[in-house]
């Protein structure tokens, strides 16, 4: 493909004892005997967000061309990327890549390698973490008012408090391998609900009258919502941001290295996401038209006791979820309070700052429930860079393809790709920003 290996580093600086017994402590770093369908796990809880029961709603604002179109190339795109990751973690003999700063520093500088990646890696992390507490909520509320329809209604507030608390205590499980039970429930959680979305849109077939043009009477509108949708999708491929991390957990020899394994984990993981995304995004579209809801499952309605099981299935999934974005946050928080601040490592350190994190994100999805407009807006800078062509980036600076090969066009396909992206989808977040705040209250 025209690609050089890059330069061999012939010297990796010994960690001294001190230095082994905290990355032994860190969450990242401290269990390294994962299997390759952790990998396939630990991905599929990543990426297959709630957002999974949008995609029919995306596709009414897209269009049938336009729609399977960036469908399918978003798919392939990041499955690419994905791949780039997946060989650049031990690139340098003797040396990991745990986590998705250290590579940046490899291929940009110490500094500047910190300065791009870790405000990207945390608005993406911190800020999925505040939706899915947002979508926790959320369902569980429609779960509760679905099962006991003429019960009292709660405001969503309890609801998120209801969420959080469960993740206070998940929240001090130590490491990425101790929450694979939890992972495991999530990746079978998603594909569960997934199926009973678009199966549900096939028993209940196409309704009276469908229509699958543009909603919006105007010109302007149609474009803006087109750009939203784009953020939609985009942001259904997240998973990078923790891959790294997920890697870190696999054991490495130069005989077998941890790419393998990982490499086939996230196969797995993505055919998973494809009988995710497609079917949901196609039938809820073929279904309902432009008449669908922003969530599948609120235009299915009926019967009453699937959806409500559909609704719960979210909220284990988003459990697991908000924990694989949260690890690489944790590490972050528990590295500087130990390595900067010379914080001795241990249970109270972990109880007090993991707790504050999910009090924050706690806060921040009660104060503003409408989080996703603003993750379209401010995500679109951080989800199309590290998903799309930031990897892509990195692989040009590091491997250095000859120009005009085929690594070097495809990078560059991508690169211009993702850059579009960054600046089409935030406009279309704008607008929807604007759009919920006019009917907003606080703590409603």
Same mark, same amino acid.
């Given at each position: 493909?025209?690609?050089?290996?890059?330069?061999?580093?012939?010297?990796? !600086?010994? !960690?001294?004892?001190?230095? @082994?017994s905290?990355?032994?402590w860190?969450?990242?770093?401290?269990s390294? +005997?994962? !299997?390759?369908?952790?990998?396939?796990?630990? +991905?599929?809880?990543?990426?297959?967000?709630?957002?999974?029961?949008?995609?029919?709603?995306?596709?009414?604002?897209?269009g049938?061309?336009p729609g399977?179109?960036?469908? &399918?190339?978003?798919?392939?795109?990041?499955?690419?990327?994905?791949?780039?990751?997946?060989?650049?973690?031990?690139?340098?003999?003797? !040396?990991?890549?745990?986590?998705?700063?250290?590579?940046?520093?490899?291929?940009?500088?110490?500094?500047?390698?910190?300065?791009?990646?870790?405000?990207?890696?945390l608005?993406?992390?911190v800020?999925?973490?505040?939706v899915?507490?947002?979508?926790?909520? @959320?369902?569980?509320?429609?779960?509760?008012?679905?099962?006991?329809?003429?019960?009292?209604?709660? $405001?969503?507030?309890?609801?998120i408090?209801?969420?959080?608390?469960?993740?206070?205590?998940l929240?001090?499980?130590?490491?990425? +391998?101790? &929450?694979?039970?939890?992972?495991?429930?999530?990746a079978v959680?998603?594909?569960?609900?997934?199926?009973?979305?678009?199966?549900a849109?096939v028993? @209940?077939?196409?309704?009276?009258?469908?229509?699958?043009g543009?909603?919006?009477?105007?010109?302007?509108?149609?474009?803006?919502?087109?750009?939203?949708?784009?953020?939609?999708?985009?942001f259904?491929?997240?998973?990078? +941001?923790?891959?790294?991390?997920?890697?870190?957990?696999?054991?490495?020899?130069?005989?077998?290295?941890?790419?393998?394994?990982?490499? $086939?984990g996230?196969?797995?993981?993505?055919?998973?996401?494809?009988?995710?995304?497609?079917?949901v995004?196609?039938?809820?579209?073929?279904?309902?038209g432009n008449?669908?809801?922003?969530?599948?499952?609120?235009?299915?309605?009926?019967?009453?006791?699937?959806?409500?099981?559909?609704?719960?299935?979210?909220?284990?999934?988003?459990?697991?979820?908000?924990?694989?974005?949260?690890?690489?946050?944790?590490?972050?928080m528990?590295?500087?309070?130990?390595? @900067?601040?010379?914080?001795?490592?241990?249970?109270?350190?972990?109880?007090?700052?993991?707790?504050l994190?999910?009090a924050?994100?706690?806060?921040?999805?009660?104060?503003f429930?409408?989080?996703?407009?603003?993750?379209?807006?401010?995500?679109?800078?951080?989800?199309?860079?590290?998903?799309y062509?930031?990897?892509?980036?990195?692989w040009?600076?590091?491997?250095?393809?000859?120009?005009?090969?085929?690594?070097?066009?495809?990078?560059? &396909?991508?690169?211009?790709?993702?850059v579009?992206?960054?600046i089409?989808a935030?406009?279309?977040g704008?607008?929807q920003?604007?759009?919920?705040?006019?009917?907003?209250?606080?703590?409603?």
């Amino acid at each position: 493909m025209g690609t050089q290996a890059p330069s061999p580093e012939t010297y990796v !600086k010994p !960690k001294s004892d001190k230095e @082994k017994s905290v990355d032994d402590w860190l969450p990242i770093t401290s269990s390294r +005997n994962a !299997k390759w369908w952790y990998s396939a796990f630990h +991905n599929v809880t990543a990426m297959v967000g709630a957002g999974v029961l949008s995609l029919p709603f995306a596709m009414s604002e897209l269009g049938w061309g336009p729609g399977i179109a960036v469908l &399918i190339l978003s798919w392939i795109i990041t499955l690419y990327t994905l791949w780039q990751m997946v060989e650049m973690h031990e690139m340098v003999p003797g !040396k990991r890549f745990d986590r998705y700063h250290e590579l940046g520093q490899h291929a940009f500088g110490e500094k500047l390698g910190l300065w791009i990646v870790v405000p990207q890696q945390l608005i993406v992390e911190v800020g999925v973490d505040i939706v899915y507490m947002v979508t926790g909520g @959320k369902s569980l509320k429609k779960f509760h008012d679905t099962v006991c329809h003429d019960c009292k209604s709660f $405001k969503t507030t309890y609801f998120i408090m209801i969420f959080a608390s469960v993740h206070f205590v998940l929240s001090q499980l130590p490491n990425f +391998n101790s &929450i694979s039970g939890v992972s495991l429930a999530a990746a079978v959680m998603s594909l569960s609900y997934s199926t009973i979305a678009w199966g549900a849109s096939v028993d @209940k077939g196409r309704v009276e009258d469908v229509q699958y043009g543009y909603k919006s009477p105007s010109t302007g509108g149609t474009v803006l919502s087109f750009f939203s949708a784009l953020g939609d999708v985009a942001f259904a491929y997240a998973g990078h +941001n923790v891959v790294l991390e997920i890697q870190a957990t696999i054991p490495s020899t130069p005989e077998k290295p941890s790419k393998k394994p990982m490499w $086939k984990g996230v196969v797995v993981a993505y055919i998973v996401v494809a009988l995710c995304y497609f079917p949901v995004a196609l039938v809820g579209y073929w279904a309902f038209g432009n008449g669908v809801d922003d969530n599948i499952l609120i235009t299915l309605n009926k019967p009453r006791w699937l959806i409500a099981m559909a609704n719960m299935m979210v909220v284990v999934h988003v459990i697991g979820s908000y924990q694989i974005y949260a690890m690489p946050v944790f590490d972050m928080m528990e590295t500087v309070l130990v390595k @900067k601040l010379n914080f001795p490592p241990g249970i109270l350190l972990r109880l007090i700052a993991r707790s504050l994190y999910v009090a924050f994100t706690m806060f921040v999805a009660i104060t503003f429930p409408f989080f996703g407009g603003l993750l379209g807006f401010f995500g679109g800078f951080a989800f199309a860079p590290t998903t799309y062509f930031l990897p892509c980036i990195m692989w040009l600076a590091i491997y250095k393809p000859r120009k005009f090969s085929l690594s070097w066009i495809a990078n560059w &396909i991508c690169i211009v790709l993702g850059v579009c992206l960054m600046i089409l989808a935030p406009i279309g977040g704008l607008r929807q920003i604007i759009v919920d705040a006019k009917t907003y209250s606080f703590y409603s």
